[in-house]
């Protein structure tokens, strides 16, 4: 079959198309953007790449036309797909009726996490022997890659509530039809699709209306919001994890009193089940190890080996990933775009260093902070950091100084990039830790900086 692609180079339908080309399919596809790392990467895989969404494309004349969720009305190769009867279809629906729908699926939902847990997930499952499947919307360290076909019967997969595409405004999640779903946690986000919480949360129960009887739910038990989805209706065992514990919480974990949460006790039911101590850091990343271990547990695989499989785990790409030091100064990077998760990641990286400064750099790029919801509780969430820096070009719809003004001179704000790294570069002592978090390029700046404080440190050299 001959699959062509739209919007190919998302990590999604990037994923899509990988797996497909496994799976034996000619693969072509077509986005605006068709450059490296992604580019290379389809290309190594034989898949043919072409630039834009002209009609022309479709005289390769696919069996099938896979519509990424950047689609939309009135682009040229959407109208001519349209009119001429070109059979199509979306990336989730495509996925679930050409390998999913014999699998036994593993998805990760949740507001943060989605993208460690999956990885979490599909490296226990890996260690144990079990060759899995997955699509991931990061590069797990222990895979080097976001997708792969893996082999018969499990499938891991970040279970995104985005939508599916210009002709299906439903949840991504709803096409799986997964066995074991975790529900890790439930925010406002979204601010572009959902109008409230309330809508997102009528998403997530039906990802809950598909879990069959025999399946399993891992939920987060400490999260209102995921209690509130349960309450409207369940019909498939519940087991529910917080790394605190709580009331019909089976699994918890012992944290030593200060720590970074790089060593604890995981507890199932309340006795000890072993010691994991990784090079991960944060409460956040305690509830993930549990929720990956229990949904491991329902596909077969023992707690204790899933704990010896973590203690090897390499982490995410972009998740508090130490991009290198340059003049003393460690440069870390982070996909943290909401408020939550900028919190968590800083009081994480400040319990890994103590006193030591924390300069956190910020983009407020997602859709939902582009659009200003999160602008109250965006000081707050930064107030951990001895000083911040925001990147808020002047496209940006709201007054990002005034969000961050309980900071006071803590808090800095550029609408320029080179002005942005001259000041960093001024700023920046050894001994400090520079957290940039965004959850896009944010204009190369993590390499930029290495390479501005590098050539400080030959300038004193040279004096």
């Known amino acids: 079959m001959h699959v062509h692609i739209l919007g190919i180079c998302g990590t999604f339908m990037g994923g899509i198309a990988a797996i497909a080309r496994a799976a034996g399919h000619r693969v072509t596809g077509s986005d605006r953007n068709v450059y490296p790392p992604m580019s290379t990467q389809l290309q190594a895989l034989g898949i043919e790449l072409m630039e834009g969404y002209e009609a022309g494309q479709l005289g390769l004349n696919p069996d099938v036309v896979v519509v990424g969720n950047v689609m939309t009305r009135g682009m040229p190769v959407i109208e001519a797909m349209l009119d001429r009867g070109v059979s199509y279809t979306s990336g989730p629906e495509w996925l679930a ?82 066995r074991t779903a ?15 919480l309330a809508a997102i949360e009528r998403q997530f129960h039906q990802l809950v209306r598909t879990v069959p009887r025999i399946g399993r739910i891992v939920c987060n038990g400490a999260d209102p919001a995921l209690a509130r989805v349960l309450a409207q209706g369940c019909w498939t065992a519940v087991e529910k994890f917080s790394q605190s514990g709580g009331e019909g ?39 993930n190890a549990l929720a990956a271990i229990a949904a491991a547990r329902h596909a077969g695989v023992p707690v204790e080996r899933s704990i010896d499989a973590l203690k090897r ?30 919190a968590t990641t800083i009081d994480g990286l400040r319990r890994r260093v103590g ?30 950091a001895d000083e911040v820096w925001l990147y808020a070009p002047a496209n940006v719809g709201w007054d990002v100084r005034e969000s961050v003004a309980t900071l006071g001179a803590r808090a800095h704000v550029s609408d320029d990039m080179d002005g942005l ?43």
């Open 249 to 287: 919480v089976q699994w918890s974990a012992g944290v030593p009193a200060d720590a970074d949460f790089s060593h604890f006790e995981v507890l199932g039911l309340g006795h000890s089940l072993g010691e994991l101590q990784w090079q991960l850091l944060g409460a956040h990343n305690v509830d």
């Open 313 to 342: 785990f390499a982490g995410v790409a972009r998740r508090m990933q130490l991009r290198g030091e340059s003049d003393g100064v460690k440069i870390y990077d982070d996909f943290a775009h909401h408020p939550t998760a900028i």
């Open 421 to 463: 790294l001259d000041s960093l570069t001024r700023t920046l002592r050894r001994g400090d830790h520079a957290l940039i978090m965004s959850n896009g390029g944010f204009g190369g700046l993590h390499t930029r900086l290495l390479q501005s404080l590098k050539r400080r440190v030959d300038g004193d050299r040279g004096r």
């Open 182 to 196: 975790v529900l890790n946690n439930l925010e406002y986000d979204h601010a572009d699709i959902y109008p409230d």
């Open 355 to 384: 006193r030591e400064r924390i300069v956190a750099v910020l983009e407020p790029r997602s859709n939902t902070m582009e659009l200003g919801v999160h602008r109250q509780t965006l000081g707050a969430s930064l107030a951990a």
């Open 97 to 178: 009726s050409a390998v999913l729908r014999e699998r036994w699926v593993l998805a990760v939902a949740g507001t943060h996490g989605k993208t460690t847990t999956s990885s979490m997930l599909a490296w226990i499952l890996q260690d144990a022997g079990l060759s899995p499947g997955f699509l991931i919307g990061g590069i797990p360290g222990n895979f080097g890659e976001s997708a792969r076909l893996g082999e018969a019967p499990f499938f891991v997969i970040e279970a995104d509530e985005y939508d599916t595409a210009f002709f299906d405004k439903r949840a991504k999640f709803v096409h799986y039809r997964p």
